[in-house]
């Protein structure tokens, strides 16, 4: 099959399209899947220049995302047949362990990313265990269908800030959530869900145009990071309250910011750090104003088949930056650093 192929860690310049062995079905209890479209994430760029602790075996297959037709089915699959439009769960677990026999996937002790531990979706095909797939949904009219692109580029994100706001921040209607960097997938999709739970939306970018867009999203108070002090004018929002819910993943960068623009109570929920791990925080600040600050990481089985059931109600549609054919996904990967970038990359197979 043909496949954007990894030859080495390093940068865009150890990719290149070329022919790998088709990956054949590993047990009774996994799907082949024919790939139409694949979603990039930084999670990808991340994988190329190398994640400590991860040895890969080359040439490697990035991309987490993707969607396709069913080609082939192991003798247990039973919820998906050849010919059926599906997407997938990027989070691959053990399904035995404690966590996973208690339904909490992306606890598993032996959980994967696709593209990041195993080989992923720049191909024409792959291999995704049955629990993780999910039959493309059917929008109401006069919504369009769902394209191959599109739901593509709804898995990780989605997931990830559906459980992030609902699962762990039990984020609620009414209450005011702060949302950092909203031309990033997470940050985006994020602000779909806390508009509809029915929260009150602050987001901030350092781009006004960015922040333009997201106001047509639905954001209610949109603030530059750039040229403004967030917390401040969170506080000064909130009549000196602060928010009620912060989402991070940012970092080193925001770290302080989130935390002096949280009120008494509040909980800030995280997935990531991209300008870096190493956050101070008082602790005499956190007890005194109770805060809570949780972790999360991808989502579990029910979590996706709740999205993919909104999906299916017409909600959170994913938005769309570009697309690349597969001969040119390199590019594509570059283009995920572009400072322009609102919403998903997604490459055509
Ligand atoms: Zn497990």
């Known amino acids: 099959m043909k496949a954007l192929l990894m030859r080495a860690h390093g940068d865009l310049s150890t990719l290149a399209v070329g022919e790998t062995p088709s990956p054949t079905l590993p047990d009774s209890r996994h799907a082949l899947v024919r790939l139409k479209a694949a979603a990039l994430n930084h999670l990808d760029l991340w994988t190329l220049a190398g994640v400590p602790g991860i040895s890969l075996k080359f040439p490697h297959i990035l991309g987490g995302d993707g969607a396709g037709i069913v080609e082939e089915v192991g003798s247990d699959v039973r919820s998906v047949k050849p010919g059926d439009c599906v997407m997938f769960n990027p989070g691959i677990s053990c399904y035995r362990c404690e966590y996973c026999l208690a339904g909490d996937h992306s606890l598993c002790v032996d959980y994967r990313l696709l593209g990041e531990h195993v080989p992923g979706t720049l191909a024409e095909f792959i291999a995704i265990p049955e629990p993780n797939l999910a039959l493309i949904p059917r929008p109401p009219a006069p919504q369009p269908e769902i394209s191959w692109t599109e739901a593509a580029a709804f898995s990780l994100v989605t997931l990830t800030a559906w459980r992030m706001l609902v699962t762990r921040a039990r984020l609620r209607p009414g209450e ?174």
């Open 176 to 349: 005011v959530v702060l949302i950092w960097g909203v031309g990033g997938g997470v940050s985006l999709v994020a602000l779909k869900i806390a508009k509809l739970i029915g929260a009150f939306a602050i987001v901030t970018s350092g781009s006004d145009d960015k922040l333009a867009k997201a106001r047509e999203i639905g954001a209610d108070v949109t603030l530059n990071h750039a040229t403004g002090d967030v917390a401040k004018e969170v506080r000064q929002l909130t009549n000196r309250r602060g928010a009620d819910v912060v989402v991070e993943n940012v970092g080193e960068a925001t770290w302080e910011q989130s935390l002096r623009a949280l009120g008494r109570g509040g909980r800030v929920v995280t997935c990531g750090g991209t300008t870096g791990h190493n956050l101070i925080t008082d602790v005499r600040r956190l007890f005194w104003h109770q805060w809570t600050i949780m972790g999360s990481t991808m989502g579990n089985h029910l979590e996706y088949q709740e999205i993919v059931r909104l999906l299916g109600q017409g909600e959170l549609r994913p938005t769309v930056h570009a697309t690349f054919p597969l001969e040119r996904a390199a590019a594509a990967l570059e283009e995920l650093k572009s400072a322009h970038r609102f919403g998903k990359i997604v490459v055509q197979i």
